[in-house]
């Protein structure tokens, strides 16, 4: 198995762009997550989502963030339009949703970098 | 109510030396406190976990001691090597809830010096 796989593993933009970091999770998982790491605030759970549905959004910190999963295989997290204090690594994990207690164990891809100017 | 505070936030220790982070908690419907392990330029990674009913947990050189009644859990890594080298995270969630989620600590940087 590949693993979570996240693109592009680096974004550099201008204040005022849409940005859009995309995940594939891994095949047969059910729950994905959207995170976001800074030195400030650490590892901050944006949204997750159970079976293609959006769960939990609470931690979108504004409407200029938006998370979408058309398929089981796909999902994306849209930041337009970015501003600097948006810079952070963003990553995507996926867990399993076979049973009780499918969301304790998180498979993490290896973060974007985001860094807008 | 949902934090889970970490400690400390780097640490430096000699190759064999014994590593120690440690967590607190409040929230205590938290049934599973599992331990990721990140390196750089990577995703964080599950590296061990505990529920409480057990107050240890050791696998290999690591080993989590939980205190229920202090709502406090802790990561000893033993004969730390440079390899172990890696930012820790602590973390804590309702398993048993279809709607619980991992709430992280702040997260340890350690570094393991040859």
Known sequence: DAGVIQ??????????????????????????????????RGLELLIYFNNNVPIDDSGMPED???AKMPNASFSTLKIQPSEPRDSAVYFCASSSG???RSNE?????SGTQLSVL | QQQVKQSPQSLIVQKGG???INCAYENTA?????????FPGKGPALLIAIRPDVSEKKEGRFTISFNKSAKQFS???MDSQPGDSATYFCAAIHGSSNTGKLIFGQGT?????P
């Open chain 2, 75 to 77: 990561l000893h890594i």
């Open chain 1, 7 to 40: 693109s592009p593993r680096h974004e550099v933009t201008e204040m005022g762009q849409e940005v859009t970091l995309r995940c594939k999770p891994i095949s047969g998982h059910d729950y994905l997550f959207w995170y976001r790491q800074t030195m400030m």
């Open chain 1, 98 to 100: 076979r049973g009780a």
């Open chain 2, 109 to 113: 940087t350690l570094q393991v010096k």
């Open chain 1, 64 to 66: 200029r963030f938006s």
């Open chain 1, 105 to 109: 164990k998180l498979f993490f891809g």
């Open chain 2, 18 to 20: 014994i590593s120690i």
């Open chain 2, 30 to 38: 938290f049934d599973y406190f599992p331990w990721y392990q990140q």
